[in-house]
């Protein structure tokens, strides 16, 4: 079997690094390692749409943004096929004869849909298509026949809705799709970025993101004032690492060889964060050597994004030449299925038979 990724953002604003450590990074890696055949980025701006719908131009205008971005991180289109997902009218088809396989409790159930409803205050008047959207990603995932989906944790229970929705379609009409497994960042840390501000989650519409275009001046602000241990008052006061974004950001960015390059004095982030934990390491050290990591490790990526945004017509070319490779593989999976519901009814010659 052929090993395949699906994977993909909604274009709703500039990606931030939280994106990067949850996913993009990650994705660079796979498309790197040789072992898959086929990999598919999708820039999700019709799932975007769902709660997007009166303001579409916020939406049109950032599809370039994240082209930019992925381009930016190493995702190179000679390796991946980088697509717009409104360009692929296979998928809404698709959506179409999955809902028919989901019960409005079970999505009602869906642990990502009732956060995303509720950070979004959608309690009082949930649009359907926002409501569906663990349905649409079904068909987005099984339309490329993916095996693999590389995501944060935080989508667990969409591609576990996603699972249940093959075995359901298969046990009706026969093997016909793929069964895809979830592939979770290697580092636990980038499990889950905290916002700079200590929110749980990084969000856009939260303003709480450093962005991976972000300029020297903008990330260091953004870096020495985030929320670290409430507590630690004085320097000289035990500070508790846990749970602290400074440290989580560490966990996610830092490597050995940052401590060589900015802070010789301790070998490793365990000796810094056993100094923290005893007294005597003030807050302000430790953002800047954080700051140090950021900017070393953010610089090449805003490089390369300048590089493509001065080349936006070859941008334009790659996301059309893509959505063209990826509406002929789900035009493959749909006339399968269609095949598998027996509703490919002039491509049968048992249709009119009695």
């Known amino acids: 079997m052929k090993q395949i990724i ?19 990074k990650e994705r660079v890696e796979l498309q790197n390692s040789g072992r898959y055949d086929e990999i598919y980025i999708m820039i999700a701006d019709a ?9 579409p131009e916020k939406v049109r205008q ?20 980088i697509f717009i997902q409104s360009m692929i009218p296979q998928l809404t088809e698709l959506t179409f004869y999955y809902m028919n396989l989901v019960t409005v409790s079970r999505v009602q159930r869906n642990p990502t849909v009732k956060a995303e409803i509720q950070m979004r205050n959608f309690e009082a008047s ?13 068909a987005d995932i099984t339309a490329f026949r993916a095996t693999a989906v590389p995501v944060g944790e935080d989508q667990m229970p969409m591609l576990e809705q996603c699972r249940e929705i093959v075995h359901k379609f298969n046990s009706i009409y026969g093997e016909t799709l793929t069964e895809p497994e979830i592939v979770l960042p ?12 200590g929110k749980a989650k990084m969000s856009k519409s939260l ?33 508790k690492v846990e749970g602290n974004p400074v440290f989580i950001y560490l966990d ?13 004095e301790y070998s490793c982030l365990d000796e810094l964060k056993d100094h923290y934990r005893r007294g005597g390491l003030g807050d302000v050290k430790v953002k800047k050597f954080l700051n140090n990591v950021m900017q070393a490790e953010l610089e090449p990526i805003r490089n390369r994004r300048k590089m493509w945004e001065g080349r936006l017509s070859d941008v334009y070319d790659l996301l059309k030449a893509g959505s063209e490779a990826a509406e002929k593989t789900a035009a493959a999976t749909l006339r399968d299925v269609r095949h598998a519901m027996q509703i490919d009814y002039f491509d049968r010659d048992d249709w009119m038979k009695l």
């Open 6 to 24: 699906l994977t993909g953002d909604r274009p709703t604003g500039r990606l931030h690094v939280g994106h990067y450590v949850g996913s993009l």
């Open 47 to 55: 799932q975007a749409l769902t709660d997007n719908a009166e303001h």
């Open 62 to 81: 950032n599809i370039i943004q994240v082209a930019l971005d992925y381009l930016a991180c190493g995702l190179d289109p000679d390796k991946s096929t």
């Open 126 to 138: 949930i649009p359907v298509g926002f409501f569906c959207y663990p349905i649409s990603q079904a």
């Open 186 to 197: 290697k580092n636990q840390a980038c499990l889950r970025l905290p916002g700079i501000d």
């Open 207 to 239: 303003g709480n993101c450093i962005y991976l275009s972000e300029e020297p001046a903008d990330i260091k602000k953004k870096v020495m004032s985030m929320f670290t241990d409430p507590n630690h008052l004085r320097v000289e006061d035990p500070g």
């Open 252 to 264: 996610a960015f830092s490597r050995p060889e940052h401590f060589a390059e900015f802070l010789p």
